[in-house]
């Protein structure tokens, strides 16, 4: 298995120390005052810097994802400074590692917002579930690498891409194309019992009802890394393909099961958190032959111009293996950066004029996603995805088998309904 260079999380996480106390003038004493350009500011901005928050998963269940997000993110920064920065201010990352826990989460929040103009990550649905309503208060307008729909009713949130439930109707509508599973079908969706999981198996059961399919969920925990019961269960009611929102550990375990126990055969689903690289290291590698996976962002060896130029920068500056968490980083701070300008372009850099200008932005990331719309509130900024599968061939171990698309269930899907 491929192990995290600690030299390069060691430093991403040094940068914590002096960014604390870099923002004085204009950072810490909440006060809206105007700033260089007639720009008010208060909170995490400065007339010569602009502090961002990046609070991942660099040791928990997610630290391959965290890293690689943490790392996109830096390149984004370091090429947005390099051209001048944004509003006449170089861009500062306070990173921290919340290990994928809520508490510690909490407590780091509590260090970090009053330097901080926003959080251009939050990883973790359990993280943003125990931050949400203070981010909102807070007008502290958050990126989170989590997709839940139930979270699109905040100001605060920033959600880049589909959600979850989106997320996994298309991928069931590719397999339904393809003749992988066919009306009146039984599904087995095994999912972890949080709002990530939870939100994909709405999308699962939406399409099995559409569809005059039996959806048959079942939950485990986020630590519950042997499938073979699951696997087992669905495998005796006849299932004809398998559904995971889980994490990498333990879509590795069904995989591995499902060809142990002669399913192997079936297509497993999974949308964007179920996978990592380092799974192809791991003896789950030759039973990924039937995994889909959909999600937003065109992966790691996309010819996409922009993700081969994000590639080429990656190469140069890290040497941990790469996969599509490196895309998704820079991807999303292009969508920060597009509200960041809108908002200097309104002379408000407040927290508030941040989260303001991010309901009138709408932003191309250049091919890396969907053109995202966050003009419209409560819905997600796009509902189109990328079906992959897995080759070890391809840096990142990805390939596209279907080109961003909306289905047509995806489209006439009513969120939260």
Known sequence: MHKINRAVLAGLIALTLPLAACSTKGGSSGAAKSGAGGVKTDYGVTDKDITLGVMTDASGVFKITGVNLTQGNQL???????????????????????????????????????????????????????????????????????????????????????????????GLSYLLKQGLIKEGDKIG????????????????????????????????TGTDNDMTAAVTSLKSQGVSAIVTTTGPAQLGSV?????????????????NPTWASNLLDTPAKDALGNYYRVTSIVPYSSEVPLAQKIAKEYEAKYTDPPNDAIDFGYASSLAYQ??????????????????????????????????LDFSKPGQPSTRST????????????????????????????????
Request: charged fraction near 20%.
């Open 76 to 170: 984004w920064a370091d090429d947005v400074n390099a051209a001048g920065g944004i509003c006449g201010r170089q861009i500062k990352l306070d990173v921290r590692d919340n290990g994928y826990q809520a508490d510690k989460a909490v407590t780091l929040y509590a260090a970090m917002k009053d330097n901080t103009a926003g959080m251009l990550q939050l990883l973790g649905s359990p993280i943003l579930a125990a931050l949400k309503s203070t981010i909102t208060s807070d007008n502290m307008l958050s990126i989170p690498a989590s997709w839940a729909s139930s979270n699109l009713d905040s100001p605060a949130v920033l959600m880049v891409g589909a959600t979850y439930d989106i997320e996994i109707i298309n």
């Open 255 to 271: 995989a591995t099961q499902m060809a142990a126990q002669g399913i192997g055969n079936l297509p497993l689903l999974g949308n």
């Open 189 to 220: 969706h095994i999912y972890i019992d949080s709002e990530y999981g939870q939100g994909g198996l709405v999308g699962s059961q939406a399409f099995a009802k559409e569809h005059n399919m039996t959806d048959i969920p079942l939950k485990v």
């Open 338 to 371: 597009a509200v960041l300008e809108k908002a200097c372009k309104n002379k408000d850099l407040t927290r508030a004029g941040i989260v303001k200008a991010a309901s009138q932005v709408k932003v191309d990331t250049e091919g890396m996603t969907a053109p």
């Open 386 to 417: 990328v079906v992959e599968q897995a080759d070890a061939s391809q840096k990142g171990g990805l390939k596209i088998v279907q080109q961003l698309t909306e289905s047509k269930e995806a489209k006439d899907y009513k969120i939260g309904g």
